[in-house]
C-alpha cells in the first residue's frame, strides 16, 4: 500500500499524539518518568514484526532474524511514522519531568 503526502503527516501527528498521552498518563499514574520511551520499542516489535512473542525464548535465532528482516524491509514512511510515535514518547517523559521540576506534586 502506498502511502500519499497527506497521510504521511497526518500519521506522524496521530503517532506522535498517541505515544505523547499514553506516556503522560502513565507518567502520572506510575510515577515512572521514562515508563513509556522503555516499553515503546517492546510495542514496535510487536508492530513490525509477526512473530509471536513466546518464539522470541524458545526460537531465538529464527524470530530476531526474522525481527531483524522485518525492520530492514520497512519502507521510509513507516520509519518516520515510527519514529515520531517515540519523539511523542520522550516528549513525554521531558515534559512531565519539568512539570515536577516547578512543583506540581500531581507529576
Do not use: H
Amino acid at each position: 500500500m502506498q502511502i500519499t503526502i497527506v497521510t504521511l503527516p497526518i500519521s506522524m501527528l496521530l503517532f506522535f499524539v498517541l505515544f505523547f498521552g499514553i506516556g503522560f498518563i502513565l507518567n502520572m499514574l506510575l510515577r515512572m518518568t521514562w515508563i513509556m520511551a522503555v516499553v515503546y520499542p517492546v510495542i514496535t516489535i510487536f508492530i513490525v514484526d509477526d512473530v509471536r512473542f513466546i518464539e522470541y525464548f524458545t526460537n531465538s535465532k529464527t524470530a530476531f532474524s526474522e525481527l531483524m528482516t522485518g525492520f530492514a524491509n520497512l519502507a521510509l514512511s513507516d520509519l518516520l511514522i515510527l519514529g515520531s510515535g517515540l519523539a511523542g514518547a520522550i516528549v513525554a517523559g521531558i515534559v512531565i519531568r519539568i512539570l515536577r521540576k516547578k512543583g506540581y506534586q500531581m507529576f
